[in-house]
């Protein structure tokens, strides 16, 4: 199975600042790599989709890159609703595998 | 709209099984598998496996193997996960998602799941 590391687990910014969070896979994933925003008590929402397509109506202060093992999600300017724990999902021979979160505070 | 609705709390006592639904609405139900994914308390998201409502076809997570069944009713447009064998670790939120291509939109909105002798 395809193993996901996301890092950091945890990252406190201020308000306008730019935030990156990544995820290496443990082998080629080609560009089958998705982003989700989840806030406490709701249900994960899809960000982005193959490594770096916008999901319609999300912020484009959201944005993410990357293609084999290495991928990269960033948002430009953080903003106060932005607080949320982010989580990277792979997919692979009909087997997905989610990173393990990062959870992101206000400074 | 696309919508996925799941069914209500449950509490199960240890070695009891629970089924938990989750019924489609706004597409056709047959087009999308549908996966599913649980989350202890404070921990991550834990994909379980999927389902294919037009072949009944599943795949299932090594972990679960054996423990986990997914059907659906294509006449209520409504899919089934069962989990048997339950243990305390079991005790999680246990979302639906309908799958596109290789990404999960929308979900539903979870079912706690709690098992407690």
């Known amino acids: 199975d395809i193993q996901m590391t996301q890092s950091p687990s945890s990252l406190s910014a201020s308000v306008g600042d730019r935030v990156t969070i990544t995820c290496q896979a443990s082998?080629?994933?080609?560009?089958?790599l998705n982003w989700y925003q989840q806030k406490p008590g709701k249900a994960p929402k899809l960000l982005i989709y193959d490594a770096s397509n916008l999901e319609t109506g999300v912020p484009s202060r959201f944005s993410g890159s990357g293609s084999g093992t290495d991928f990269t999600f960033t948002i430009s300017s953080l903003q106060p609703e932005d607080i949320a724990t982010y989580y990277c999902?792979?997919?692979?021979?009909?087997?997905?595998?989610f990173g393990q979160g990062t959870k992101l505070e206000i400074k | 709209q696309v919508q996925l609705v799941q069914s209500g709390a449950e509490v199960k006592k240890p070695g009891a099984s629970v089924k938990v639904s989750c019924k489609a609405s706004g597409y056709t139900f047959t087009s999308y598998d549908i996966n599913w994914v649980r989350q202890a308390t404070g921990q991550g998201l834990e994909w379980m496996g999927w389902m294919n409502p037009n072949s009944g076809n599943t795949g299932y997570a090594q972990k679960f193997q054996g423990r986990v069944t997914m059907t659906r009713n294509t006449s209520i447009s409504t899919a089934y996960m069962e989990l048997s064998s339950l243990r305390s670790e079991d005790t999680a939120v246990y979302y639906c998602?309908?799958?596109?291509?290789?990404?999960?939109?929308?979900w539903g909105q979870g079912t706690l799941v709690t098992v407690s002798s």
């Open positions: 998602a309908r799958a596109t291509f290789n990404w999960f939109d929308p």
């Open positions: 082998q080629d994933i080609s560009n089958y």
């Open positions: 999902q792979q997919y692979d021979n009909l087997s997905y595998t």
